[in-house]
């Protein structure tokens, strides 16, 4: 089985591991704003503890996105950075499937809707039912105003996630659809180790250049010149 | 030593390899001025997702044109400060984890302190001591220096960068952004004897620089000559000459001061503003007359590029210096807090 080393940034949560014969081992710390400082000393540690140089694993997988911009760019810079110099293919995961299967492991669900808390109001998600032990996303991952979040059916679904912050704002429909929220469940290497392994196996390994993360927000917080004038009239 | 450098500290992605013995071996550069300027600025967030985009296609170029494999490279340098933090992270976190994977090692460079050594990548470079005047859209600096890591501040801009003061004149006068260089432009097609523009802070001793009511004085003099709201392409013309003027005389004058209260006989000048024809001349005249030397990067190494971040980490690499594995960032960061080097 494929050697992968997984890192993931996306939250206050930084987390690193590694897979070796189907077999994970995890770091995984919550330390807000010292993502920098610890995730290549925790890198290396690992993979020290294992006897592995970088050259000698089979792929880096990283958390993509969504997630804080400055967070997704620190597990991206360092994965492209390990997979370029290692000539290794690179396996961008999801945060939110991440989450999916988390909250699948820990409260034995099997409909997941992922969220990640986006800031200014808004959330990132996306819905999930787990088939063969892995989470399928049955929509596009988005990001919205919890107003305007629609379940794919009226089932019951487990809501996971920090973007649950925002359930009172949500409609009643929502609110009726799910059951009381965990917000702390964080996406995390481990898990992401798993789906990166599954993601191999399909030969779906990319060259680092093209590992890019999902910000899912794009040009909307930026105005250009042209909007600026109007603006300001 | 052959080292890898990577500059992302701003809106520009620079590549270069920097051998200790060969010299340059490579060098690519990546300008995200098209994208910022829709913006009218520099927008942070978007300068940092470029970066994300552009930065591997360039290591990948450069080692192209050295004809070089990846494991033949023996150090990483990447700026590490001062600049926009997003931006910075990009090219530390990506650098830190190359040299990482390639079990060697790295070291975070001083943006300025790249800039400032820039001249010694060409032909007859300078030797210590001498006083450098560091000009860009960010800063505006005297500092006297000793050697590498040596950096005493004789004077700095208390507001606007020079770089910053063209931009904004350029805006005065109807120019996109970054509409520095093209002041520049305008200004050689000018009538410099029509407007006398002031040399701020000149007439008191000291080597600090103000450009901001030199920024006021542009601004009412268009004003003034607005019809309609329309300025004419003459006038254009001359408000760029004037200001130029003022800004290369203000700097020249500065820099004669700060050759006589060093002693010093050679003078350097770097960032994007020392790419300036009219400043390059002014200067030659200042320094003969000093019976002291010029030194200057050639124009593409007057701006922002990885080639001077390699060479500035190849210096403190080969004295030994390097940073460990945390990936750390400074967007502010003071020259003067530098450590020396040994030299020899």
Not at chain 1, 190 to 210: N, P, T, Y
Not at chain 2, 173 to 186: C, F, M, T
Request: proline fraction near 5%; charged fraction near 20%; charge should be negative.
């Amino acid at each position: 089985m494929a050697k992968i080393l997984a890192l993931d940034t996306s939250t206050d949560a930084c987390s690193v591991a590694l897979s070796i014969d189907g077999e994970i081992q995890e770091d995984f710390r919550i330390i807000p704003r010292q993502h920098t400082r610890q995730l290549l000393p925790m890198v290396d540690e690992m993979l020290t503890a294992a006897g592995l140089k970088v050259t000698q694993l089979d792929a880096i997988a990283f958390g993509r996105g969504p997630g804080s911009f400055a967070g997704i760019r620190i597990a991206t810079g360092a994965a492209q950075g390990l997979a370029f110099a290692a000539e290794l293919p690179v396996i961008p995961v999801s945060t939110l499937a991440a989450i999916a299967l988390n909250a699948a492991r820990e409260y034995n669900v099997d409909r997941i809707i992922s969220t990640l808390d986006a800031r200014m109001n808004e959330l990132y998600s996306c819905a999930y039912q787990m088939r063969d032990g892995l989470p399928v996303a049955l929509v596009n991952e988005t990001v919205s105003a919890p107003g305007s979040i629609i379940l794919p059916d009226g089932e019951r679904w487990f809501a996971a996630g920090k973007g649950w912050v925002y359930l009172d704002n949500m409609s009643a429909e929502v609110q009726q659809a799910v059951g009381t929220p965990v917000l702390d469940i964080y996406p995390s290497a481990g898990v992401m180790c798993e789906l990166a392994l599954e993601a191999f196996d399909r030969g779906e390994g990319i060259s680092a250049e093209l590992a890019q993360p999902v910000y899912l927000r794009d040009t909307i917080s930026w105005k250009k010149i042209s909007e600026q004038k109007k603006k300001g009239q | 030593m052959r080292v890898l450098g990577i500059e992302t500290s701003c809106d520009e992605t620079g590549v270069a390899i920097y051998d200790s013995e060969a010299g340059l071996l490579g060098d690519a550069l990546y300008s995200q001025v098209a994208v910022h300027a829709e913006y009218g600025g520099v927008v942070p967030e978007l300068a940092s997702r470029d970066h994300v985009r552009k930065l591997l296609p360039l290591v990948k170029e450069v080692l192209q044109q050295a004809d070089m494999q990846a494991d033949a490279i023996d150090a990483v340098a990447y700026t590490a400060g001062p600049g926009l933090i997003g931006a910075l992270m990009v090219g530390a976190s990506t650098g830190r984890a190359m040299a990482l994977a390639w079990g060697v090692p790295a070291i975070g460079v001083h943006h300025m302190e790249g800039h400032l050594l820039a001249p010694m990548l060409e032909e007859h470079p300078p030797a210590f001591p001498f006083v450098a005047l560091l000009v860009s859209g960010g800063h505006t600096q005297l500092v006297q220096v000793d050697g590498i890591g040596e950096y005493t501040l004789l004077g700095e801009s208390l507001d606007d960068a020079a770089g910053e003061a063209f931009d904004k004149a350029a805006k005065m006068i109807g120019l996109n952004y970054p509409g520095g260089p093209e002041v520049a432009r305008l200004a050689e097609q000018g009538d410099r004897s029509r407007f006398r523009f002031p040399r701020p802070m000149t007439d008191r001793p000291g080597l600090d620089f103000s450009f901001s009511g030199l920024k006021t004085f542009t601004l009412n003099t268009s004003n003034d000559l607005r019809v309609d709201g329309v300025l004419a392409e003459k006038d254009r013309c001359d408000i760029a000459a004037a200001f130029e003027d003022a800004v290369v005389d203000t700097l020249a004058i500065k820099c004669r001061r700060a050759l006589q209260q060093t002693g010093f006989k050679q003078l350097i000048i770097a960032g994007g503003v020392s790419a300036n024809q009219r400043l390059r001349e002014r200067l030659e005249e200042m320094v003969k007359k000093e019976r002291a030397a010029l030194f200057y990067a050639r124009p593409r190494f007057c701006t922002d590029n990885g080639a001077m971040i390699a060479y500035a980490g190849c210096q403190r690499l080969m004295a030994g210096q390097s940073s460990d594995l945390s990936i750390q960032c400074q967007p502010r960061w003071p020259m003067d807090t530098l450590e020396p080097i040994t030299k020899g």
